[in-house]
């Protein structure tokens, strides 16, 4: 399958995959080791899990979503398998994600973009905060 193709061949739907898939997604793609365990707490602490799948169910794809409910949510996580990356899953997942939150009120999207990739999330309507905005990160 083709970067171009992948979009329209693609499975979107919001389930949770099982962390096994997650813990192989992950270390397939170079975000980390995980394991079974720490992704099962992930997944059970999400308020939302975009999977993409392949036809034959394999996933490829998975956006996590924080929120509280009622005022923020945030984008925690959004990855696609390296085989499938330039052909609209990411974007279709985070699509999906933003959705899912203005549906149920909840207006105020936040995402950090990994390094090189704030070109991707401002073709979906996300900014850079002003450096002089309000907000620090924890250093340890």
Not at 4 to 31: I, K, N, Q
Not at 49 to 70: E, H, I
Not at 73 to 100: P, S
């Amino acid at each position: 399958m083709s970067p171009a193709d992948d979009a329209r061949d693609v499975r979107f739907a919001f389930t949770h995959p099982s962390p096994a898939e997650l813990v192989d997604l992950y270390g397939g793609t170079g975000w980390g080791e995980l394991t079974a365990e720490v992704a099962a707490r992930a997944l059970a602490g999400s308020w939302a899990v975009c999977t993409a799948r392949t036809p034959d169910g394999a996933l490829v794809g998975v956006g996590r979503l924080l929120g509280d409910g009622a005022l923020h949510a945030f984008v925690t996580e959004l990855v696609v398998h390296a085989e499938h990356r330039g052909g609209g899953v990411g974007g279709e997942i985070l699509d999906r994600l933003v959705a899912w939150s203005r549906e149920r009120g909840v207006h105020d999207v936040q995402l950090f973009a990994a390094r090189g990739r704030a070109p991707f999330y401002e073709r979906h309507g996300f900014r850079a905060r002003p450096t002089d905005a309000p907000g620090m990160d924890l250093a340890r």
